[in-house]
C-alpha cells in the first residue's frame, strides 16, 4: 500500500517551502489541494505536480475529496500527499486527515506557519505567546472567551482569524476593558509579494476591514 505525506507548504511564497516538503511531494502520485479560490497551494507547488494525478478542495466539498482519495486508493500502491498550507500541526484539521487515512502509513511534514511569520514580525517570542484559530474549529464564543483569559494572564495573542475578523476580536477585547490602545498587527498575504501589515491599535482596526485569513498579534505590555 502507498503512503500519505500531511506535507506542510508554508504560507504562500514558493521561497518557504522547505526540502522535506519537495521531497515528499515529488514521491507522490496524487495531489490533494485546495483551488486557487481558496488557497495559494496551486501556486506555491505549480512546478512539482506536473504528470501527477490532482484532486481540488475548497470550504463546500474538502471533507467529501479527502473521503473519496482516501476510499480510491486504499489498498493500492500510490503514495498521496495532502497538501496543507502552513504547517498541518496548527489549525489544519490534522485530527480530521488522520481519521480519514486511518487505513494508510501518513506521515506529517512539518512546514512554516504563518504564525511563526507573524510572530518575526512582531519581533515577539512564540513561548510568550498564545495561538488561537478561528478557523471553522469548535465553538467560536469559547475560543474568543479563552483569547481573553490568556491575554488577560499576559500571553500576546497570535491569531489566525476565518470566521471572526480582527476588527469583530478589537471590538470584543474592547467590550472587556481591554485598553482600546493596545498595540496590533494584522498581517495579510504573508511572505508574499502582496505582504501587508498593519500597525496600530484596537480602536484604530475595529472599524477597519482585513482579509479574512489575516493574521492578527495582540501584543501584552505585560511582556514588553
Given at each position: 500500500?502507498?503512503?500519505?505525506?500531511?506535507?506542510?507548504?508554508?504560507p504562500g511564497s514558493p521561497k518557504c517551502l522547505t526540502v522535506m516538503a519537495i521531497e515528499a511531494i515529488k514521491k507522490s502520485d496524487?495531489?490533494?489541494?485546495?483551488?486557487?479560490?481558496?488557497?495559494?497551494?496551486?501556486?506555491?507547488?505549480?512546478?512539482?505536480?506536473?504528470?501527477?494525478?490532482?484532486?481540488?478542495?475548497?470550504?463546500?466539498?474538502?471533507?467529501?475529496?479527502?473521503?473519496?482519495?482516501?476510499?480510491?486508493?486504499?489498498?493500492?500502491?500510490?503514495?498521496?500527499?495532502?497538501?496543507?498550507?502552513?504547517?498541518?500541526?496548527?489549525?489544519?484539521?490534522?485530527?480530521?486527515?488522520?481519521?480519514?487515512?486511518?487505513?494508510?502509513?501518513?506521515?506529517?511534514?512539518?512546514?512554516?506557519?504563518?504564525?511563526?511569520?507573524?510572530?518575526?514580525?512582531?519581533?515577539?517570542?512564540?513561548?510568550?505567546?498564545?495561538?488561537?484559530?478561528?478557523?471553522?474549529?469548535?465553538?467560536?464564543?469559547?475560543?474568543?472567551?479563552?483569547?481573553?483569559?490568556?491575554?488577560?494572564?499576559?500571553?500576546?495573542?497570535?491569531?489566525?482569524?476565518?470566521?471572526?475578523?480582527?476588527?469583530?476580536?478589537?471590538?470584543?477585547?474592547?467590550?472587556?476593558?481591554?485598553?482600546?490602545?493596545?498595540?496590533?498587527?494584522?498581517?495579510?498575504?504573508?511572505?508574499?509579494?502582496?505582504?501587508?501589515?498593519?500597525?496600530?491599535?484596537?480602536?484604530?482596526?475595529?472599524?477597519?476591514?482585513?482579509?479574512?485569513?489575516?493574521?492578527?498579534?495582540?501584543?501584552?505590555?505585560?511582556?514588553?
Amino acid at each position: 500500500m502507498g503512503k500519505v505525506y500531511i506535507v506542510g507548504i508554508g504560507p504562500g511564497s514558493p521561497k518557504c517551502l522547505t526540502v522535506m516538503a519537495i521531497e515528499a511531494i515529488k514521491k507522490s502520485d496524487v495531489i490533494v489541494a485546495w483551488d486557487e479560490t481558496s488557497s495559494y497551494d496551486l501556486k506555491t507547488i505549480q512546478g512539482l505536480i506536473e504528470g501527477k494525478k490532482l484532486y481540488l478542495q475548497n470550504g463546500e466539498n474538502f471533507v467529501k475529496v479527502y473521503e473519496e482519495v482516501a476510499q480510491e486508493y486504499k489498498g493500492k500502491n500510490a503514495n498521496i500527499a495532502l497538501i496543507i498550507t502552513g504547517d498541518p500541526c496548527i489549525s489544519s484539521g490534522i485530527k480530521h486527515l488522520t481519521r480519514i487515512f486511518k487505513d494508510y502509513e501518513i506521515e506529517v511534514v512539518s512546514g512554516i506557519s504563518s504564525v511563526q511569520i507573524a510572530a518575526a514580525r512582531a519581533k515577539i517570542p512564540i513561548e510568550d505567546s498564545a495561538i488561537i484559530s478561528f478557523h471553522h474549529y469548535g465553538d467560536v464564543e469559547e475560543r474568543k472567551q479563552e483569547l481573553f483569559d490568556l491575554y488577560k494572564h499576559g500571553r500576546h495573542i497570535i491569531m489566525l482569524t476565518g470566521e471572526i475578523t480582527p476588527d469583530e476580536i478589537a471590538k470584543y477585547l474592547i467590550s472587556k476593558g481591554v485598553d482600546e490602545k493596545t498595540q496590533v498587527l494584522v498581517c495579510e498575504n504573508l511572505t508574499l509579494n502582496e505582504e501587508r501589515i498593519f500597525k496600530g491599535t484596537l480602536s484604530q482596526i475595529k472599524d477597519k476591514s482585513f482579509s479574512p485569513l489575516s493574521v492578527t498579534v495582540i501584543l501584552n505590555s505585560q511582556k514588553q
